[in-house]
């Protein structure tokens, strides 16, 4: 029996483990990641090698994997058209059919050889499984975080976001807000109609799919696709493996402070709280398949098909993934048009099919939060030092073009803003390394390498030209984040020697990776936190340590060059210079990793006076409500801010009771609807504490519980349809008439639940 026979069980049965320890039932662990497996994974490798064509085994199973969730989508779309989501079935039974039954598709069951005639090694599936099984146990350290209700938690609100439109999704494909019944939810709702098809196809509660199953199989995907990028980058299959542990074990930014939480990309853009960010990274590096195809004119008419279904995917996913794509098209489109002499038509049509999926993703998916606009360095508002320092403490996204702090600042103000810049480009020059790829011999006249690098670098440039609510435009620097670490690892693998390295090579390389862990462990020890007194002081404790590393790189060049490597012998500057990069982000890691791992060991108990607390008498009623109401039913609640108490102003992000009830409500938390966003940037408020747009359906609901009269659940009834009030002591008081005007039908030492009579006739 080989190793691949005895690895890939091992890792499906890891990815079990993973979930049994994070708390989840064994059976429905087993057949939600079953279900994955013959939905998505099986599918999807199916159906890329029939359209794609088949490459090597890394590049079918990483680009299938990830193209498998938008076959899928598709699938679901029809069937909660029709109104019957069984038929979601018949998409993966009638791939695996059609390709068992009929000669010229059961080919693609069996993987090609390399281009070099030879199997994949066992390298390979060794290395790729061990990096999988360590990325999960790093996975678990943040799945033990949040129990499955109704533990008592301070669960993190976007979770429940989440959890509530996947069950809006299972419902309809016209989704309403969950938090406005009747209002169409304009968000970006694609992951979670992935989240909703795999639960209709499993019977798994969703709560159980949102909070911790859907991300194990989704972590494996991430990493397989991005060995398949760095397969496809390189040519050498040791990349895929080692592109994959860059990313998913030690994800590569240079902490050059004790500031770690500066360094956005420590998780690669794979955010457990962010669902549609760890969507958006595995569609991002998925692109990569067809548009090396397309870009380099060795594409056939059904590689437009995978081109088109990522697009669309990516546009339903995050914002951010077609303008970084249109980017890299223009770069590549450039590139080419030179080198070939003629207009690069291929390209031309890839920039006009990704121009027009903008706007229909804007009116049919996305919608608009008005919030967007330019503005320079605005990203830097995001450092609680800037802004005590240049007393700049407007929103996010007002202001004119350039950050308000800097707008006729001296010059210790503008040295302050340069030494933030500098320096957080150096915590991210592991991947921005990548850049280097065009600049290189081979790599001047490949467009896929001017492709790679302009979406590495329109990601980077629009994170600060751009200014959005809450700092958003940080989302098109983690859409490339991974790509950029990826694409560096593909640039190493391609400028070392074919077999193995020469005892010269594996000196300098050695002398390398020593320096960049020593000098990075040092920083890390030596260093104090940022303590923002003066412009002075943080221009020094931002660019001393820079200036550390970049004497300590100098040093180990010189020494790698000249004194290890004869001129005859001398590994290429970029791999070196790549291999200290990627050391040097070792020892941030392996301390973020640890200090992970003691907080899961003894995580801070679950306190009422945290903002986000709730009680496990919250969560059963909710829980209570779900199993007793019919699924479109409509509920008023008293529940929107967090902390509970209700007051004007307050943190209005309470989105637990539509997540947990699986109902929609008269109004819930209010904070990331489409109109409210739009309308306190408009007003330049913050849209957490905004007022609500919708005044009536706040004096109606907060009347039911407190202050309830025939005339108030009349209007409830009439006007929204609502069949139930789901009452909160922790909220605000409840009434005692409530109870002659209603019928009792739950009630707990927090919750009352009450339904609503029958005024007809």
């Known amino acids: 029996m080989g190793a691949p026979a005895l690895v890939w069980p091992a890792l499906a049965g890891a990815c079990v483990v993973v979930a049994l320890a994070a708390g989840d039932p064994l059976d429905t662990s087993v057949i939600y990641l079953g279900v994955w497996l ?91 499984a061990a990096v999988c099984g360590v990325a999960l146990v790093r996975l678990l350290t943040s799945l033990r975080v949040f129990p499955l209700p109704p533990e008592p938690h301070s669960y993190f609100r976007d979770l429940w976001y989440h959890l509530s439109a996947v069950e809006e999704l299972s419902r309809t494909w016209r989704p309403q807000d969950p938090s406005v019944a009747g209002e169409p939810l304009r968000y970006h709702w694609f992951v979670e109609a992935h989240m909703a098809a795999t639960q209709q196809l499993s019977g798994v509660p969703t709560q159980q799919i949102v909070l911790h199953l859907w991300i ?83 594409h056939t008419r059904s590689t437009w098909v995978v081109m088109a279904l990522l ?55 996305t919608g608009s939060t008005g919030g967007s606009r330019l503005q320079l360095w605005g990203l830097l508002k995001m450092y609680g030092s800037f802004e005590q ?91 490339v984040e991974s790509l950029g670490a990826v694409a560096t690892v593909a640039l190493l693998a391609r400028r070392l020697p074919e077999g193995s390295l020469d005892f010269r090579h594996r000196r300098a390389l050695l002398v390398m990776v020593t320096a960049g862990v020593t000098t990075a462990a040092l920083l890390r020890i030596a260093l104090p936190s940022l303590d923002p007194q003066s412009v002075g002081t943080v221009v020094a404790v931002l660019l001393v340590p820079l200036g550390v590393v970049a004497a300590v790189l100098l040093a180990a060049l010189a020494l790698a060059r000249r004194r290890i490597s004869p001129s005859a012998h001398r590994p290429a500057t970029v791999v070196l210079v790549a291999a200290f990069l990627l050391a ?32 496990r008498a919250e969560q059963a009623a909710a829980l209570w409500l779900k199993s007793h109401a019919d699924t479109d039913d409509v509920v008023v609640t008293n529940v929107f801010c967090s902390p509970a108490p209700y007051r004007p102003g307050c943190v209005h992000e309470a989105f637990w009771v539509s997540a947990l009830t699986g109902r929609r409500l008269v109004l819930g938390g209010w904070a990331y609807t489409a109109r409210n966003l739009t309308e306190s940037s408009e007003a330049e408020i913050s849209y957490r504490r905004s007022p609500t747009p ?37 909220a605000t008081a409840i009434s005692a008439r409530l109870g002659r005007l209603a019928d009792l039908r739950f009630r707990n030492p927090d919750v009352a639940i009450y339904e609503l009579r029958n005024t007809e006739g």
């Open 38 to 128: 013959i939905s998505t994974l099986v599918p999807g490798v199916l159906m890329w090698r029939a359209l794609a064509g088949s490459r090597t085994v890394p590049q079918d199973v990483g680009f299938g994997a990830a193209t498998g969730i938008g076959w899928l989508l598709l699938a679901w779309l029809v069937g909660m058209m029709v109104g019957q989501p069984w038929l979601i079935w018949l998409w993966p039974v009638g791939v695996i059919t059609a390709f068992t039954a009929i000669p010229r598709l059961r080919a693609h069951w069996r993987s090609q050889l390399a281009a070099d005639g030879s199997p994949t090694p066992v390298g390979w599936h060794v290395g790729m």
């Open 216 to 298: 194990i199989p989704m972590l494996v995907t991430f990493l397989l696709v991005a060995g398949a990028v760095a397969d496809r980058l390189s040519g050498r299959w040791w990349a895929g493996p080692l592109a994959a542990a860059v990313v998913g074990v030690v994800p590569v930014t240079l902490f050059l402070t004790g500031w770690p939480y500066l360094a956005f990309g420590y998780s690669s853009g794979f955010l457990l709280q962010s669902h549609t960010s760890c969507l958006a990274v595995v569609v991002m590096l998925a692109i990569v398949g067809p548009v090396s195809d397309i870009v380099r004119g060795v």
């Open 311 to 365: 697009l669309a995917l990516g546009a339903g996913t995050k914002p951010t993934i077609l303008p970084v794509v249109l980017a890299g098209t223009l770069v590549a489109g450039l590139v080419a048009w030179r080198v070939e002499g003629r207009t690069p038509w291929r390209l031309v049509a890839l920039a006009g099919v990704t121009v027009a999926l903008l706007p229909l993703a804007t009116l049919v998916v």
């Open 389 to 479: 320092l240049t007393g700049d403490t407007s929103l996010p996204a007002s202001g004119g073009w350039l950050v308000g702090g800097l707008d006729g600042a001296d010059l210790s103000l503008w040295l302050l803003a340069l030494a933030f810049i500098v320096w957080f480009a150096s915590t991210e020059l592991p991947r921005l390394l990548s850049l280097a790829e065009p600049l290189t011999p081979d790599g001047r006249r490949d467009p896929v390498s001017w492709w790679v690098a302009g979406c590495v670098l329109g990601g980077f440039v629009a994170t600060f030209v751009l200014s959005h609510v809450q700092f958003s435009q940080i989302y098109f620097l983690r859409t």
């Open 584 to 615: 040097a982000a070792v020892p941030g890691a392996v301390v973020e990793s640890a200090s992970a791992l003691r907080y899961t060991a003894d995580p801070p108990s679950a306190e009422p006076s945290q903002r986000q607390y709730l009680s």
């Open 694 to 730: 919708w005044p009536e359906r706040l004096r109606l609901s907060l009347g039911a519980v407190r202050q309830p009269t025939p005339h108030i659940l009349e209007r409830l009834q009439r006007d929204y349809d609502a069949r139930w009030i789901f009452a909160d002591g922790r």
